[in-house]
């Protein structure tokens, strides 16, 4: 089974800075598409980003872009210009494009300091 | 256009207890399914459905139950609640995997079992 795996429980970052949250997923099939959601204090799951696999170019989406290393199995969500409002939680997904179900890695809890 | 609700979004069960949490969308969804959120573990699912009485099992399916008699609903029965089962759950929709549709999440139900 697909696997998500997000390495850093927490992070914090200057307002105005850029902070950039890692994620790492592990599977065997070519076709598939990779997510990152948000969750603020609110509880509401937000989608920030979306990439498709068969893709070579980069997500982006504003101030949210993602490095995406498909060899590597890779899918780094990198924040520019933080502000107060990207506290939260942010959870990176994998869907198969064979499967129905969306897997999660654990989350990342970002701190934006003033 | 509400999207994806769910009720009751609080509520406390004593051990031993069954409840159904509802779920219904209005987008015209195909798949559905019902993850809860623990902290430090991400989203894992619980069952899930690719239509009208299709459904499914996930990730954690024990001690839950659940049916599709219509496109729109979802319920998720907990049959005999147990202190484990305390959790957030949310319920999300989207089009037929394949596509890599995103996942509509609701807002989410806080369960508390004493």
């Known amino acids: 089974a697909q696997t998500v795996t997000q390495s850093q429980p927490e992070m914090s970052v200057q307002e105005a800075e850029t902070v950039t949250l890692s994620c790492t997923y592990d599977t065997s099939e070519s076709d598939y598409y990779l997510f990152w959601y948000k969750q603020p204090p609110s509880r509401q799951m937000i989608l920030v980003i979306r990439q498709e696999a068969y893709k070579q170019q980069n997500a982006t989406e504003n101030r949210f872009s993602v490095n995406f290393q498909k060899a590597a199995k890779s899918f780094s969500l990198k924040i520019s210009d933080s502000q107060l409002g990207d506290a939260a939680m942010y959870f990176c997904?994998?869907?198969?494009?064979?499967?129905?179900?969306?897997?999660f890695g654990a989350g990342t809890r970002l701190t934006v300091k003033p | 256009n509400a999207g994806v609700t769910q009720t009751p979004k609080f509520q406390v069960l004593k051990t031993g207890q069954s409840m159904t949490l509802q779920c219904a969308q209005d987008m015209n969804h195909e798949y559905m399914s019902w993850y809860r959120q623990d902290p430090g573990m991400g989203l894992r699912l619980i069952h899930y459905?690719?239509?009208?009485?299709?459904?499914d099992q996930g990730e954690v399916p024990n001690g839950y139950n659940v049916s599709r008699s219509t496109t729109e609903d979802f319920p998720l029965r907990l049959l005999s609640a147990a202190p484990s089962q305390t959790s957030v759950y949310f319920c999300?929709?989207?089009?037929?995997?394949?596509?890599?549709?995103?996942?509509?999440f609701g807002e989410g139900s806080r369960l508390t079992v004493l």
């Open positions: 997904a994998y869907r198969s494009a064979f499967q129905s179900d969306m897997r």
């Open positions: 459905s690719v239509g009208a009485g299709i459904t």
């Open positions: 999300a929709s989207s089009y037929t995997s394949g596509i890599g549709g995103e996942l509509f």
